[in-house]
């Protein structure tokens, strides 16, 4: 015993020196070495199976989750008579092969030698052995698990039934332990027979879903096989957004070795998914907490996980139902916003939305359709608000509506103060104007397109204006109000040099126009043909 | 938006230089203060005709232009004849703050806005009836700073008032980019321009 505690404790350290790992990887382990549990596990299930029988499923992935930690326990150490589980939620995301590979060793001198002939033998369940985390469950009383989230055992389980089916075949008697699991390695390699069993222990866990799960439950069961319509848009949103990734990192998942340790990160893992992946990872971890949501994300997870399973089956066909899903289930309210599609599950789905703009909702955001639209129009708004920074100079680094809206303000500001100085200098100028509109009209349509600039225009603008208009300054009431109005473009001559560079191509033809036309005015007005002009205007 | 700035820029200045001459007859005779406002005004009704009418904000200037019944006169010569948006603008409505925009239009927003006013000073009601102490301060501060700043933001862009805030910020873009243009051609005439004092 003591021996064996010491093995434990060892591995425990081991285990929290690792970095956090796939808890898939305890997953693959978990039923790697619980299938090889002889007898005794056996009763275990349809205890469960009982359980599982009870209406809440929460309880009943609890009870999942408990009977598979316990079957670690049961694995590691036979003498053990107690079932102890309560520190594996801490060691499940400590996992290193490092350890689990030490893990296997004292796994196999235990009673699991079987598992290390096999285990090794199973690419996934090499790098993913969590056997070394049951063995550090000091014998105590029984307790359910203590899992960060329900869900992070359901996305454990969706993996390995992902990953897992090398194993598929050496496993014994995969059905008589997993008949209420619900999680079943369903590997790539074997999708027929695991699919079937796959499916049919979904659907059985499926009808275990209670109240609150009923949609996902009716998603679960649809999505196997035929689709069946999702009344409640909540879920099918919430999920569909996590099975769209599911099906995407498909591939990624395959490689298991690599993986993310949390569910919330298995989303993550999915490199189409730009932005909202990440959101949703980083938003699902923290949601993973929430029981009442996690209800969902399990049922998601284990959807994703038998969406995973159907990848050689069909995608497609998933695809195509789970469109009709997206259409059936009414968005909220009619065309509330952007539609937020998946764009690579989705593509086809537009065509087939009719008049309602479908909006997704993220995973681990509230469903209501207030707050759909609500997150609809703030997303509008920061759109909108990107595209103002790139107008407004200055503003890349700004964050936060307050501080945007206040340089947008000073801004337009500046910019409208501009206006009003420089039609006040120009209303200083002589009321020869027509003519000299006329030059400049014809020379700028004669030198081409691009004629205006602004930001050397603008330093000579200002340095001009520095100059000049003292010398304009007539009556004192008026250079006041000349001056007046000259700070303020001064001030916002500050931000004005960031002015799109694009145009200062121009500036040097402008420049040049400028200086053009004025030398030319002096040296004689007739330089242009009349006709010109007035052809021209 | 804009999608060739320098034939925009072009356009404006025609318009400008046409509003300016229309008016050149009287030009010796105007006080300084009354050419900077027609240099302005013509500027301005330049910029929101080669909008065409197709934003609020070009909209409202010409509204409130036409408001001034001075500036009648160049608002036709400057505009033409035919501007669909302009006649219902030139009917000033009683009641309202300021110009909503095109005709067609403005009564239904004139029936938003006055529901949207029923519905903040219920709100306010609601919340001034003994709330529940704030539990996230920098919430509410930071909602209270945005929501003054809309409120300026709106005084600036013009026909801003009665617009939600999707629609003021695109609004906003809008004008800024086409009041860039503006000072742009502004300040291509004032540079070009002898700098000959006449007072």
């Not at chain 1, 590691?76 to 520190?87: M, Q, R, V």
């Amino acid at each position: 015993m003591e021996s064996d505690e010491k093995g434990r404790i060892d591995q425990e350290e081991m285990n929290k020196d690792a970095a956090n790992h796939n808890s898939a990887h305890a997953w693959s382990n978990l039923t790697g070495t619980s299938l090889n549990l002889a007898g005794p596990c056996y009763s275990m299930p349809s205890s469960r199976g009982d359980f599982m029988g009870d209406g809440a499923y929460s309880s009943s992935a609890l009870m999942v989750d408990s009977f598979g930690r316990e079957l670690w326990d049961r694995a590691s150490d036979p003498s053990l008579e107690n079932l102890g589980c309560c520190e594996v939620s801490g060691h499940s995301h400590n996992n290193s092969s490092l350890s689990e590979t030490s893990g296997i060793r004292r796994i196999g001198t235990a009673a699991f030698r079987t598992n290390v002939g096999w285990n090794p033998r199973s690419p996934m369940l090499n790098s993913a052995l969590y056997a070394p985390n049951a063995l550090n469950i000091p014998p105590g009383s029984f307790c359910l698990p203590q899992f960060p989230s329900d869900s992070g055992f359901i996305e454990r389980a969706a993996r390995f039934s992902c990953f897992n089916g090398g194993n598929f075949t050496s496993l014994p008697n995969p059905s008589a332990i997993f008949p209420s699991a619900g999680c079943y390695p369903v590997g790539p390699g074997l999708l027929a027979a695991p699919s079937e069993i796959f499916r049919s222990n979904f659907m059985k866990l499926g009808s275990n879903l209670n109240v609150e799960s009923t949609e996902d439950v009716d998603m679960l069961a649809s999505k196997q096989d035929t689709f069946q319509g999702c009344p409640q848009k909540n879920s099918l949103k919430s999920e569909s957004e996590t099975v769209m990734r599911c099906d995407d990192g498909t591939e990624q998942a395959a490689g298991l070795s690599s993986n993310d340790s949390d569910g919330g990160n298995y989303s993550g893992n999915h490199g189409g998914q730009a932005d909202t992946s990440i959101a949703d990872s980083a938003g699902g971890e923290d949601s993973l907490k929430e029981v009442s949501i996690g209800k969902r994300k399990r049922s998601s997870v284990m959807e994703a996980g038998s969406n995973k399973a159907n990848v050689a089956v069909g995608i497609m066909k998933n695809d195509s139902e789970y469109q009709k899903k997206v259409e059936q289930s009414p968005s909220a309210g009619p065309s509330k916003g952007t539609g937020k599609n998946n764009k690579q599950e989705t593509p086809t789905s537009d065509p087939l939305k009719g008049d309602y703009i479908h909006i997704r909702a993220r995973r681990g955001q509230a469903t209501n359709s207030h707050s759909l639209a609500e997150r609809v129009r703030r997303e509008k708004i920061s759109e909108r608000m990107k595209l103002l920074q790139d107008l407004v100079p200055g503003c890349s680094k700004v964050t936060g509506k307050a501080v945007m809206l206040d340089e947008i303000i000073n801004y337009v500001q500046s910019l409208q103060r501009q206006v009003e100085f420089l039609s006040m200098k120009l209303a200083t100028v002589n009321p020869r104007l027509d003519g000299n509109i006329e030059r400049l009209l014809a020379k700028e349509q004669r030198a081409g397109p691009s004629t205006l600039g602004t930001s050397p225009e603008i330093q000579m603008g200002y340095h001009q204006m520095n100059i000049v208009p003292p010398g304009l300054v007539p009556p004192d009431a008026l250079g006041r109000a000349i001056l007046g109005v000259q700070t303020a473009p001064l001030s916002a001559g500050v931000r004005e040099p960031q002015v799109p560079h694009s145009w200062e191509d121009e500036l040097h033809n402008v420049v040049h126009m400028g200086f053009s036309c004025n030398i030319a005015a002096p040296r004689g007005q007739e330089s242009l043909p009349p006709d010109n002009m007035k052809v021209e205007l | 938006m804009m999608h060739n700035p320098s034939k925009v820029r072009q356009k404006i200045m025609k318009k400008w230089i046409m509003g300016l001459r229309s008016c050149s007859s009287s030009h010796e005779n105007l006080s300084l203060s009354e050419r900077r406002w027609i240099i302005k005004l013509s500027a301005d009704l330049a910029l929101a005709s080669v909008r065409n009418g197709s934003r609020r904000w070009s909209r409202a200037i010409i509204e409130e232009a036409s408001r001034n019944p001075d500036n009648k006169g160049l608002i036709q010569r400057m505009l033409g004849s035919g501007c669909d948006y302009r006649s219902p603008c030139l009917i000033p409505r009683e009641g309202r703050s300021d110009g909503n925009g095109a005709g067609h239009v403005t009564k239904s927003m004139w029936v938003a806005t006055s529901s949207k006013k029923i519905v903040k000073r219920c709100r306010r009601a609601r919340r001034s009836n003994g709330r529940a102490p704030r539990r996230n301060e920098a919430a509410s501060i930071a909602k209270r700073l945005v929501k003054k700043r809309t409120q300026l933001l709106k005084d600036f862009v013009p026909g801003g008032q009665d617009m939600d805030d999707v629609s003021l910020i695109e609004e906003t873009l809008d004008y800024i980019v086409w009041l860039r243009a503006q000072v742009d051609v502004m300040r291509a005439l004032a540079h070009s321009l002898p700098a000959t004092t006449s007072i």
